[in-house]
């Protein structure tokens, strides 16, 4: 069966930090792998896909993500994060004709500054 | 990225009546629009998916009677929330699927509130 897991619900850093952001997921053909984000009252925004390829793909504003097809996981990351970037994250995968979607639960990014 | 809009953005109705949500893909012809429900702290889970000019194909464990899905044109798509109750209250989110870009774009969604 499809899944996405993102086991952190909140994750609370200080700006300038570092971020990653969890995901594993559990599909049965080739994945399509998305992360998307979510601020309040706002619907969702790309930031990155991955198909195949290069395993570490760069997405907007300075997220990059990385997928490891031997631990079904697809992590986003920033190297340094400013207080915009609080907001939720949503990563998702696909069906390769982009018509199911199955997202995560995802996680509340807090910005301390 | 594609640009989605959906009209109202917020909806404060009584229990019993019924509710008209609007998508619309305004820079490209969509002839696949998606609906999805997002209860509060939860994930986006898929409703029905709504194709130009036929019926629309709902997803198991959601009533096609009680949501109603318009796909009349190539840029517009409605769901309707018949005989709304307080348990319909959510947000509910439209994406068009662009395939010459692999991905779905999201609209800004429609809180829909009933009393």
């Known amino acids: 069966a499809q899944s996405v897991t993102q086991p952190d619900i909140h994750i609370t850093v200080s700006e300038g930090a570092s971020l990653e952001l969890r995901c594993n997921y559990s599909y049965g053909a080739t994945p399509y792998l998305f992360w998307y984000v979510q601020s309040p009252g706002q619907g969702l925004q790309l930031l990155l896909k991955?198909?195949?390829?290069?395993?570490l793909v760069q997405g907007i504003k300075g997220f990059e993500a990385e997928f490891k097809r031997s631990q079904s996981s697809f992590n986003l990351r920033k190297p340094s994060v400013h207080w915009s970037d609080a907001a939720e994250y949503f990563c998702?995968?696909?069906?390769?004709?982009?018509?199911?979607?199955?997202f995560g639960s995802g996680t509340k990014l807090n910005v301390k500054p | 990225g594609a640009v989605v809009s959906q009209h109202p953005s917020w909806v404060i109705c009584k229990s019993g009546t019924s509710v008209k949500i609007e998508c619309r893909s305004l820079?490209?012809?969509?002839?696949?629009m998606f609906w999805y429900r997002q209860f509060p702290k939860q994930s986006l889970m898929l409703m029905a998916t709504?194709?130009?000019?036929?019926?629309?194909?709902?997803e198991q464990g959601v009533e096609k009677d009680k949501f109603l899905i318009n796909h009349a044109s190539l840029t517009l798509s409605t769901l309707t929330v018949t005989s709304a109750h307080p348990e319909d209250s959510s947000f509910y989110i439209c994406?068009?699927?662009?395939?010459?870009?692999?991905?779905?774009?999201f609209g800004p969604g429609t809180r829909l509130l009933v009393l």
């Open positions: 994406s068009v699927r662009d395939s010459g870009k692999e991905t779905q774009y």
């Open positions: 998702a995968v696909g069906s390769y004709n982009f018509n199911k979607f199955y």
């Open positions: 820079d490209f012809q969509a002839t696949t």
């Open positions: 991955y198909f195949s390829g290069d395993t």
């Open positions: 709504s194709n130009e000019g036929s019926k629309a194909t709902y």
